[in-house]
Structure formats: structure tokens, C-alpha cells
């Protein structure tokens, strides 16, 4: 289990989350939704530890995180998506999957073949260069890479953001596969209000980088979107 408590940062002095709790249980997909610039991103990256928090605690499976850098928050059990997909372009499909391996030290003992089940695209890609794939299969692709690195917890950043509606279906259709699997629980940032009411258990909504609403999927209804959710 992946919990927020009070987590509280800043940038050059400008205070961008305050007092951040969450939770992202178990066998569940947590959306984390939120108008344009409200800390989502920072959310993510403070868990990561790419942002130090000015206080707040984030803790995984119990241990706590706070003081751990990018990398050993990984083995921990963290895995990270950010948006633009953080590919590399130059290198072909099996090389960014290979490279996701080596950087963790980890063996293949079956695990590509199983993200090349969950995503069969790329099995169709493997020696075409990560770069002149299409936007959905480098998300595609980046959602591979991390599963690779046999995370607790799956963190995305805005994966539908510029994809084309029908690889947003399967993408969606693979993360509730995910999901359901049992092993890893996804934190889902998005704006697309249909892909969560069609893939998460469970929201939170934040506002000037606060939460300011939470709950389970069933419950996010017209005044909430209205109130928070709309431009």
C-alpha cells in the first residue's frame, strides 16, 4: 500500500502541494484528477523523490520513503511513467526493453514476454526505433518498460494525453488487467474524466494543491466534475 500524509513542497519558494494525503490500496486503481497546474505532477514526482518534500510523510508497504533517491524508491517498489513518455528514441523496442533490465538488474525470467502479451503491438515493433513509433505505442512502450522493473506500484502521468481514442481503449483494457491481476496497484493522473470513470476504483481531486475532494468512482458525480473538474 502507497500513502500520503500531510505532504507538503515547494518551488523556489512558492508553495505547490500543502498538505497532500492520499492512499492507493491493494489491488485498486486510484485516479488522481485535477484542473491544469493544481500539483498533480508534483504529486507524482514527490513520491518518486524527484521533488523533496518541505514535510509529509510517503510510505510503501509501511517503510518510509522520505530521504530515498529516484533510483532506490524504484527497487522499493515504485515504478514511474511521467508524461512524454521518457523513452529512448534512438534505440529500438527491444533495446528500451532490455535496457529497463539492465538498468534494475533484473533477469528475464519471462517478463517480457508478458508485457509483449499485455501490449502485443510491440512485439510487431521490436526492431523499429522507439522514436518513429506513434504517440500511443511509445506510452505503450513506457507502460512496458516499468512494468519491467516489477513494481508494487504503477505511477502514470496523463497516458491518455495525446493518443488517439481507440489505443486509449486498449490501453485502458490492459491497466484493469493489470489491476486485476492482483500484484500491482496503478495512481492514475488524468484529465479525460471518461478514461477514470471507466478504469479507476477510487478518486481524488485536487485544487491549488490541495485535496479537495475524494471517494470512491461511483461517487464522482455531475456537481463534483462541475465544481472541480470543469474549465
Given at each position: ?5 500531510d505532504l ?11 498538505g ?9 486503481l ?9 500539483g ?20 510503501l ?79 505503450q ?20 494525453e ?19 491481476e ?37 461517487g ?12
Amino acid at each position: 500500500m502507497l500513502a500520503l500524509s500531510d505532504l507538503s513542497a515547494s518551488y523556489d519558494g512558492s508553495r505547490i502541494l500543502r498538505g497532500v494525503g492520499l492512499v492507493v490500496p491493494p489491488k485498486s486503481l486510484v485516479c488522481l484528477m485535477g484542473r491544469n497546474g493544481v500539483g498533480k505532477t508534483t504529486t507524482l514526482k514527490s513520491i518518486m523523490g524527484l521533488v523533496a518534500p518541505d514535510s509529509g510523510q510517503v510510505t510503501l508497504d509501511g517503510k518510509v520513503l522520505n530521504g530515498l533517491k529516484p533510483d532506490a524508491r524504484a527497487r522499493a517498489g515504485l515504478g514511474y511513467v511521467p508524461q512524454g513518455r521518457d523513452i529512448f528514441p534512438h534505440l529500438t523496442v527491444w533495446e528500451n526493453l532490455r535496457i529497463s533490465l539492465v538498468v534494475h538488474g533484473a533477469k528475464d525470467s519471462g517478463q517480457v514476454d508478458r508485457v509483449l502479451e499485455l501490449f502485443p503491438i510491440l512485439k510487431e515493433f521490436l526492431q523499429r526505433k522507439g522514436g518513429v513509433l506513434s504517440g500511443g505505442q511509445q506510452q505503450q512502450l513506457a507502460i512496458a518498460r516499468a512494468l519491467l522493473t516489477d513494481p508494487k506500484i504503477l505511477l502514470l502521468d496523463e497516458p491518455t494525453e495525446g493518443i488517439q481514442p481507440n489505443i486509449i481503449d486498449q490501453i485502458g483494457d490492459t491497466l484493469v488487467k493489470i489491476k486485476n491481476e492482483g500484484k500491482i496497484s496503478i495512481l492514475l493522473v488524468e484529465q479525460y474524466l471518461d478514461f477514470c470513470l471507466a478504469v479507476g476504483d477510487s478518486f481524488y481531486i485536487m485544487d491549488r494543491g490541495a485535496v479537495v475532494a475524494e471517494g470512491p468512482i461511483s461517487g464522482l458525480d455531475d456537481d463534483i466534475v462541475k465544481a472541480h473538474l470543469t474549465v
